[in-house]
């Protein structure tokens, strides 16, 4: 009588590989001694296609992911670069704004200066008083806290004096 084998398998890729043994046969039988016993030690095995295609889509993956790592540095430092581009560009219409406000405000101060009202109200026809104004007292008003050349510019005592001035108040 014969004995059936079964077919050897392929180790698969990641699994534990362990030794076979064969079938028990008489020692006799083939023309061989007892079989062997199986080892306890690990086999080592050579790298499978399988083991292969593993390693170089992980390579691929680390390879893409250092790939997209640089290009957000590389986008992350372009929009700093605009926003630096920006801030430089509206800081100098800052300091363009910040001069013409200073000269429009030196405009109105000599245009506001008492000379140069003096001035226009000379070519009007306007001429200055030989005499300082005289102030009228008003019966029955309070007395000021001013005098005659340095007067009070409070309304307190405006009515007081409305009847005196008319109907309006400033």
């Given at each position: 009588?014969?004995?059936?084998?079964?077919?050897?398998?392929?180790a698969?890729?990641?699994?534990?590989?362990?030794a076979r043994?064969?079938?028990?046969?008489?020692?006799?039988?083939?023309?061989?001694?007892?079989?062997r016993?199986?080892?306890?030690?690990?086999?080592?095995?050579?790298?499978?296609?399988?083991t292969?295609?593993?390693r170089?889509r992980?390579?691929?993956a680390?390879?893409?992911?250092?790939?997209?790592?640089?290009?957000?540095?590389?986008?992350f430092?372009?929009?700093?670069?605009?926003?630096?581009?920006?801030?430089?560009g509206?800081?100098?219409?800052?300091?363009?704004?910040?001069?013409?406000?200073?000269?429009?405000?030196?405009?109105?101060s000599?245009?506001?200066?008492?000379?140069?009202?003096?001035?226009?109200a000379q070519?009007?026809?306007f001429?200055?008083p030989?005499t300082?104004?005289?102030?009228?007292?008003?019966?029955?008003?309070?007395a000021?806290?001013?005098?005659?050349v340095n007067?009070?510019?409070?309304?307190?005592?405006?009515e007081?004096?409305?009847?005196?001035?008319?109907?309006?108040?400033?």
């Amino acid at each position: 009588m014969t004995t059936v084998v079964a077919p050897v398998r392929r180790a698969r890729a990641g699994a534990p590989t362990r030794a076979r043994t064969s079938a028990p046969t008489a020692p006799h039988a083939r023309g061989r001694s007892a079989p062997r016993r199986a080892s306890t030690r690990a086999r080592t095995v050579a790298p499978t296609a399988a083991t292969a295609r593993t390693r170089a889509r992980a390579g691929i993956a680390v390879a893409v992911a250092l790939v997209f790592v640089l290009v957000s540095a590389v986008l992350f430092h372009v929009v700093l670069a605009q926003g630096q581009l920006e801030l430089d560009g509206l800081d100098s219409r800052i300091a363009a704004e910040r001069t013409e406000y200073e000269k429009l405000r030196l405009a109105v101060s000599t245009a506001s200066s008492p000379q140069r009202i003096i001035e226009q109200a000379q070519e009007l026809g306007f001429v200055i008083p030989d005499t300082p104004p005289v102030y009228i007292q008003v019966e029955g008003a309070k007395a000021t806290a001013g005098s005659a050349v340095n007067p009070a510019t409070t309304l307190g005592d405006w009515e007081d004096v409305k009847p005196y001035l008319g109907d309006t108040q400033p």
